[in-house]
C-alpha cells in the first residue's frame, strides 16, 4: 500500500480540532494516552491518505513526525519527554 504524508500546517488544524473537541470521549479518564481530537482527527488523515484497517491506521500514525503529533495535541511524559505511540 502507498501511503502519503501531506505537509500538516497550523492553519490545517484548529478549526478539525475544535470541531472534534465537540466528540465525547468515552474512554476512562486513567486510560486516555492522548486527548480524543487530537486521536480522531489522525484517524481521518490516515483514512484520507489511503488506510482502511485498524493496523494500517496504526502504520500511519507511527509514520508521523513529532511537530505533527505536537500540532494534533498529543501528550508527552512529564518526566521523560517521550511520547506514547499508538
Known amino acids: 500500500m502507498q501511503r502519503h504524508i ?3 500546517s497550523k492553519q490545517d ?4 480540532l ?3 473537541a465537540r466528540v ?3 474512554r476512562d479518564v486513567s486510560g486516555r494516552s492522548h486527548p480524543l481530537p487530537g486521536l480522531l482527527a ?3 488523515a490516515a483514512v484520507i491518505s489511503g488506510s482502511s484497517r485498524v493496523v494500517e491506521i496504526v502504520e500511519w500514525a507511527a509514520d508521523l513526525p513529532d511537530a505533527a503529533w505536537d500540532r ?3 501528550t508527552r511524559d512529564a518526566s521523560t519527554g517521550a ?4
Do not use: F, H, Y
Request: charged share 15%; no cysteine.
Open 72 to 74: 494534533l495535541g498529543a
Open 6 to 8: 501531506l505537509p500538516l
Open 13 to 16: 488544524t484548529p478549526g478539525l
Open 24 to 26: 465525547p470521549d468515552p
Open 18 to 20: 475544535q470541531t472534534l
Open 42 to 44: 489522525i484517524v481521518i
Open 83 to 86: 511520547r506514547p505511540r499508538p
